[in-house]
């Protein structure tokens, strides 16, 4: 029911755009993100660009079907987060993942979070923090990228299913011992295919099948809990900041739109 629903928001947003557009094009002259903001928060004020959150992108991106980004919360910013919600607003599903935070994400240093998306076409990307106390910030950069939704991985698509699952979960410690801040990283085998990507075999669209959740836990305390789109590039890969504690394991659980569970540890010495 989930898929569903963010399918049909992606599919909501097209259709408004092709009204406002001709032919149904898609360009940046198409002001999305408001019907985007209201669809998500509502009338909630956003501040926008005021150095709570920071958005890092390409300047050029060299495949847009795997395209690193990274938030940065900056040391300043004190107290728990709450949530992270990232967008991409000319996606097919403008809704990358959700992100929300636990007890074990940790307060204080520098905080992050990096994975890697599929492009469409050029668009915004947007990075949208909350803070413990309910405020809203955004961080928004350009992408000049465009063709990652519909791109292959592998010329095979079952070579994208070898090994599917496997899971690498690790933990870094931070250089300063002072730090209450350490690193993780999962990794996982998974096609993560969006529907649109054809099977160059059959000539046929390949299902959607991708990693819709994910539960990160430091020594039994919630990390976070990623909610994410296929707009998750394929081979999932993402690298957060937890705050550091007595033993430093993560236990990673991870499960996709056909039911799959698929799970991961990390030792506390960082590997």
């Not at 920071?54 to 938030?71: F, G, R, Y």
């Not at 107290?79 to 307060?107: E, R, W």
């Not at 890969?237 to 430093?248: A, I, L, S």
Request: net charge negative.
């Amino acid at each position: 029911m989930r898929t569903n629903r963010l399918i049909g928001f992606g599919v909501l947003v097209l259709c408004v755009i092709s009204l406002m557009s001709p032919a149904g094009a898609q360009d940046d002259r198409v002001e999305i993100w408001p019907i985007l903001k209201e669809q998500a928060f509502g009338d909630r004020p956003i501040a926008e660009d005021d150095g709570m959150v920071v958005l890092e992108v390409p300047q050029k991106v060299e495949d847009a079907a795997i395209v690193p980004l990274t938030v940065r919360v900056p040391p300043s910013v004190k107290g728990k987060l709450k949530s992270l919600a990232l967008f991409i607003d000319n996606n097919p599903d403008p809704k990358v993942a959700t992100i929300t935070y636990g007890p074990a994400a940790g307060t204080g240093g520098e905080r992050s979070f990096s994975t890697r998306v599929r492009v469409d076409n050029f668009s915004h990307a947007r990075a949208i923090l909350e803070l413990d106390d309910g405020s809203l910030h955004m961080a928004t950069r350009f992408l000049a990228a465009a063709g990652g939704c519909a791109a292959m991985q592998a010329k095979d698509p079952e070579a994208d299913t070898v090994g599917m699952g496997k899971t690498i979960v690790r933990t870094f410690p931070s250089a300063v011992n002072s730090t209450p801040i350490w690193a993780g990283q999962v990794m996982i085998k998974h096609p993560n295919h969006n529907g649109m990507q054809l099977d160059i075999n059959t000539a046929k669209f390949i299902p959607a099948h991708y990693v819709k959740e994910m539960t990160v836990k430091r020594d039994g305390e919630l990390v976070l809990k990623l909610d994410a789109t296929f707009s998750i590039s394929t081979n999932p890969n993402f690298r957060f900041t937890f705050g550091r504690g007595d033993e430093n394991h993560l236990d990673v659980v991870i499960v996709d739109t056909e039911g799959a569970v698929f799970d991961g540890r990390s030792h506390g010495s960082g590997s």
